[in-house]
């Protein structure tokens, strides 16, 4: 089954850091371009990061500095580092692949909820 | 990097038609056909309605249709129905992605 797994999220307090991890099954992972996008409670989405399958990485200045995100084709594994992690960092991640000829998110994880509280 | 604007919610009846509109600006929206929709019922995972302005992935209905005018992007849905009733983003690339801010569709 073509699918994305995410782990790692839960309650972490601010400055603090965390690493999300997806799991990747069902398709080629090394030949996609991959995403995490997240989504506050009740808010709307937000792009957090971008890697491409040559490894190159991107991000929006909100997170810049503070998360990396990685890959491992090896194990179809992705992964974003969040540090020095903020209350407004507080959100559901999902993990998304690229479609491979379009600049669009074809295939959603069911996401892993970040809190950042004291 | 600002968020794409949309209206916060739209209504229409059974059968009617809604558009939701999309305005960024010249560096996201009006300057490239990277535009895509998604639609996300409460609690599930955004699933994509159209992909590069105006184009259609397999499976979803062609009462779903995309347009674009300068910096303004649009989706109209067509015959409403009461699955269409959700929350519906935007989204740009152009070097890099940028969401709308969501629009509410209520199926009255």
């Known amino acids: 089954e073509v699918q994305l797994v995410e782990s790692g999220g839960g309650l972490i307090q601010p400055g603090g850091s965390l690493r999300l991890s997806c799991a990747a099954s069902g398709f080629t992972f090394s030949s996609y371009d991959m995403h995490w996008v997240r989504q506050g409670t009740g808010k709307g989405l937000e792009w957090v990061s971008t890697?491409?399958?040559?490894?190159?990485?991107y991000y929006p200045d909100s997170v810049r500095g503070r998360f990396t995100i990685s890959r491992e084709n090896a194990k179809n594994s992705l992964y974003l580092q969040m540090n020095s992690l903020r209350a407004e960092d507080t959100a559901v991640y999902y993990c998304?692949?690229?479609?491979?000829?379009?600049?669009?998110?074809?295939?959603w994880g069911r996401g892993t909820l970040v809190t950042v509280s004291s | 990097q600002s968020a794409l604007t949309q209206p916060r919610s739209v209504s229409g009846s059974p059968g009617q038609s809604v558009t939701i509109s999309c305005t960024g600006t010249?560096?996201?929206?009006?300057?490239?056909?990277?535009v895509s929709w998604y639609q996300q019922h409460p609690g599930k995972v955004p699933k994509v309605m159209i992909y590069?302005?105006?184009k259609r992935p397999a499976g979803v209905p062609d009462r779903f249709s995309g347009s674009k005018s300068g910096n303004t992007a649009s989706l109209t849905i067509s015959g409403l129905q009461a699955d269409d009733e959700a929350d519906y983003y935007c989204c740009s690339y152009a070097g890099s992605y940028v969401f709308g801010t969501g629009t509410k569709v209520t199926v009255l």
């Open positions: 010249s560096s996201d929206v009006g300057g490239y056909n990277y």
């Open positions: 890697i491409e399958t040559a490894g190159d990485p």
């Open positions: 998304a692949r690229g479609h491979d000829d379009y600049w669009y998110f074809d295939l």
């Open positions: 590069d302005v105006n």
